[in-house]
């Protein structure tokens, strides 16, 4: 079910009706100003409690999420909306000078190591040459558990510890361009699981126009079920720094074929063409790229 673009959702729900401490009574908005109860299947007995569920993406966009008591929260933001806990990706596209992509994986896994010592839990996750798409690319996933706490140890260890420094130089040297993006994982898609050999990977960016995060976030928690017959999903990502408004998806495939062949099946599924047609006009820009693991990579 795809709702209006407006989430004015509360327009579905009789306004003269609240929900408070477990029975329904009338509003003023009633018109006789009568607050009896309205009778329930339990009379005047308390309803009983019922075991607490997590709180999915839909109920998150319809009401806002859950606070530590029950209630539901206001004023959050689009990343509290979207995501949960505080786990952040770091999307690292970096262009290597022609001819020296060995000589950086050497430098780069040097760095990555120092970065592991210096902010424990940082994990090198993805690790990716481009094929098809800006050639001479490679594309780097780091995972921070602890989001922006370690994201702060990264910054003090680039900034004081003189063996990371030392190693980022180094990696740095066979580099043009180098672009970083900080994301949080959609809570729909899940966090990206280390996969065996061997998959060729589609990096999949999207610029959205801003303010539209939120009924992007509502189409895909409905579209992305067609996507997950062929345990393609990978991850969802959505930009906290750096190009706002930036939203990654990565998909694995065994082949290119393969990936032709199940694109082709997910275009035969009814209700994948709705996913397709309400998220397009919500874009400013996309890019496809073809990506393969290197030694790195827990993405295989």
Request: proline share 6%; aromatic share 12%; hydrophobic share 35%.
């Amino acid at each position: 079910m795809v709702f209006p673009r407006s989430l004015a959702v509360h327009r579905l729900i009789p306004r003269r009706y609240l929900l408070n401490s477990g029975r329904l009574f009338a509003s003023d908005n009633r018109g006789d100003g009568d607050k009896t109860p309205i009778s329930t299947p339990f009379g005047d007995k308390k309803v009983p409690e019922q075991p607490t569920k997590p709180q999915g993406l839909f109920s998150r966009i319809l009401s806002g999420p859950l606070d530590g008591g029950g209630q539901q929260a206001q004023h959050q933001s689009h990343s509290k909306l979207l995501a949960v806990g505080d786990v952040i990706y770091e999307l690292q596209t970096h262009d290597t000078i022609g001819g020296q992509k060995d000589k950086y994986l050497k430098s780069y896994k040097r760095y990555a190591d120092e970065v592991s010592a210096a902010v424990p839990g940082a994990e090198l996750f993805g690790s990716w040459a481009v094929i098809y798409g800006n050639q001479d690319q490679m594309v780097n996933l780091w995972r921070y558990p602890n989001g922006f706490a370690d994201i702060d140890k990264h910054i003090q260890a680039l900034q004081q510890k003189s063996s990371v420094k030392t190693a980022e130089l180094e990696y740095a040297a066979v580099c043009g361009r180098r672009r970083t993006v900080v994301t949080k994982p959609f809570s729909y898609w899940g966090e990206p699981k280390p996969r065996e050999p061997s998959h060729v990977y589609d990096l999949r960016s999207y610029v959205l126009k801003p303010g539209s995060m939120i009924e992007w976030g509502n189409a895909w928690s409905k579209g992305i079920t067609y996507r997950r017959e062929y345990n393609q999903d990978v991850g969802g990502f959505f930009s906290q720094i750096g190009q706002l408004y930036m939203v990654f998806h990565i998909w694995a495939y065994e082949s290119m074929v393969s990936r032709n062949t199940t694109r082709q099946h997910t275009w035969s599924k009814p209700g994948w063409d709705t996913t397709v047609s309400y998220t397009v006009p919500l874009i400013t820009r996309m890019q496809s790229r073809i990506l393969v693991p290197t030694e790195l990579s827990k993405l295989k």
